[in-house]
């Protein structure tokens, strides 16, 4: 075999394994495109159930409020209806209603969890949710009430827990900070009662230290 020969045979070999490289390197690519495809597809399937979950819970929630007391005055738009789009008024809780005895409004944050962890606590939002619902709170001048859905389904959760923002200053909650604010009725009488409600604990509190 000549010289020249030698060398195209190399540079042909070398030329092989460069396409057969290239070949597995774009055929990888290509799984990994597809793989990172589908779980988007997942996330974004995810996503949807959960807000779908959240908007049947708020149907609950609206429900407790009677409309012949109790006037809604906004839903907070979510994704969903905005076609992915965000709009300012996403930023607030999910519904504010107008008492029409007094014309007082207040706002429900409304959330539901399937169940709490093994030490019955319960992370209800994150820290840029709080800090938005707090500033509703603050430039509002209006009560914003958390309403906590836990077990069940979110047609009929097992227990319905209602707290005051103005006492809540983390996104997890504690068995303790909120087993003694639970809803036992299915309408909330007034805006009073919700006030009652969500004060439970600090009102017992301050009984046993009398």
Known sequence: ??????????????MKMWNTRRKERKEQRRIERERRLEQERREEEQRRFLYRLGNDFEDYVITMFDPEKFELIHRTPTNDDTNGRFVHS??????????????????????????ADERGAITWCDENQLRNYKKTLYESRNPVFIMI??????????SVYLLNLDRIHFVKLFYRTYHENRVYTRQIDSLDSMFEISEQKEEQSLRLNS
């Open 90 to 115: 996403m930023i607030y809780p999910d519904l504010r209603f107008r008492e029409k005895a007094t014309g007082r409004k207040f706002w429900v944050e409304v959330k539901y969890r399937a169940r």
């Open 1 to 14: 075999m000549s010289f020249f020969s030698s060398v195209i045979n190399t540079i042909s070999s070398k």
């Open 149 to 158: 859905g836990v077990g069940g389904s979110v047609r009929c959760p097992a």
